[in-house]
């Protein structure tokens, strides 16, 4: 029992220092840039549910408890679900996710889907395909549990990467959005709060408090290989080597898609439909 005691001593002492961290040390990297993306992008709402999709990595703990240090002020009424979708971790996986968010007061609720085994099976784009299907997944367990909204973990080096992607792998120019409203789940929408965080300040964060949470635990992704050979992880190099000689690199990257002047682009697309230039021309 004493044991016990101690380890429940511990958990109570991780969770106030994670806390404390966030309220002051990193108040300024972490607290404020998600508060501001709340604001400049509307992401919340009066009496929204919003379903806090965790995935057991850094970023979506991390988003567990900015949801709930900004919601401790109280200036606006809204609920939260810390929603949490096993899609076929192994026991070793599960229980880091669980421990965590005991250590960290994150009161998951867990539910269970095959997505790893169906992604086995497919023959490519298994990231890809495995992205859809846990969205999925949440948007209709989150309905299911009263939720209007899920929102997810991609930070500020997330969507920076994606816009590179989109352009060298995709042939398009396209980013993450701060907020989507879904098509296939009427009333639904997707928020993304840690829109303006540096990852590198998350990882900080994870570094000043002793936590390790879960990374990729993919089947299709576990050995070193795979891992290297992935696009994002090209495209992160690609920007590391860019920022060694202009380290304005990454901020031009994120305001390019804010500042796209129609009157130089060739064509584009609106409501699905494609404009070109020689419309008006």
Not at 90 to 95: A, V
Not at 120 to 128: E, S
Not at 197 to 211: A, K, T
Request: aromatic fraction near 8%.
């Amino acid at each position: 029992m004493k044991e016990l005691d101690n380890n429940l001593d511990v958990d109570r002492f991780s969770k106030a220092r994670a806390e404390e961290s966030i309220r002051k040390g990193f108040h300024k990297k972490l607290v404020e840039p998600f508060t501001r993306a709340c604001r400049d992008y509307e992401l919340i709402s009066e009496g929204d549910r919003i379903a806090v999709c965790i995935s057991g990595g850094k970023d979506s703990m991390l988003m567990a408890k900015l949801f709930q240090e900004i919601q401790k002020h109280r200036k606006m009424n809204f609920e939260l679900v810390f929603l949490a979708m096993d899609p076929g971790y192994n026991r070793e996986n599960r229980e880091l996710i669980e421990r965590n968010a005991e250590t960290l007061g994150v009161p998951l609720t867990i539910f269970e889907s095959g997505i790893f085994e169906e992604v086995d099976k497919t023959a490519k784009g298994g990231c890809y395909v495995c992205a859809r299907m846990r969205r999925g997944h949440l948007y209709s367990k989150a309905k299911e549990l009263g939720c209007n909204k899920i929102a997810l973990g991609h930070h500020y080096d997330d969507v920076i990467e994606t816009i590179l992607m989109s352009m060298l792998y995709g042939g398009q120019i396209h980013t993450m959005m701060p907020k989507v409203k879904s098509r296939n789940y009427e009333g639904m929408e997707l928020i993304r709060p840690m829109y303006l965080i540096r990852e590198d300040d998350i990882v900080s964060w994870c570094e000043c408090n002793g936590l390790e949470f879960l990374r990729c635990a993919c089947s299709v992704m576990e050995n070193a290989a795979d891992l290297e050979a992935s696009g994002r992880l090209k495209i992160k190099k690609l920007i590391s080597e860019l920022k060694k000689t202009n380290p304005a690199v990454e901020a031009n990257i994120f305001r390019s898609v804010e500042n796209i002047d129609i009157d130089a682009v060739i064509s584009y697309k609106k409501d699905g439909k494609r404009r070109s230039f020689l419309d008006d021309y």
